[in-house]
């Protein structure tokens, strides 16, 4: 008879996961970075409104700092044209919009169909407050609106 201590192959390799998730520069975890994978809900644009604790109108244009925040992104300054929701402290906010796909600490995140806000020009963007402080970000994956010149 085999000798077991409690401790069956699946609960070791669940325990040998989670060390290398938190201690991530153990030996044998080496190659795993640290990130997260998030299943955003589609959100109607009522919806957004509704999660939202700043909505803005803004003129967005691309800087060239990055913040890290579980993956780099580019920060965007928000020249503030109307405030539709919510209160901020001045006419100029940074923003950062959120990736519809798995970010890793430390690398550049990706996005489905491009960054919504690469462009510059002018948007209607829902926003919430980055964990921690630091920029604002859109509430959803792709909760900015292009407004008409």
Known sequence: MP??????????????????????????????????????????PAEQAQQSSLIVDA?????????????EYRVYEAAITDVRKGRTLGD?????????QCTSSGQPVEYVDGDPLAEFGSYRLYLTRVRGGGPWQLV??????????
Do not use: N
């Open 3 to 44: 000798h077991t201590d409690g401790m069956g192959w699946g609960k070791r390799a669940l325990a040998l996961g989670i060390a290398c998730v938190l201690g991530g520069g153990l030996a044998g975890c080496a190659g795993i970075r640290s990130g997260q994978c998030i299943d955003h809900v589609s959100l109607t």
């Open 59 to 71: 003129d967005v244009r691309s800087t060239d700092r990055t913040v890290e925040a579980s993956g």
């Open 92 to 100: 100029r906010i940074e923003v950062i919009a959120t990736s519809d």
């Open 140 to 149: 959803v994956p792709g909760a900015a609106e292009r407004l008409p010149a």
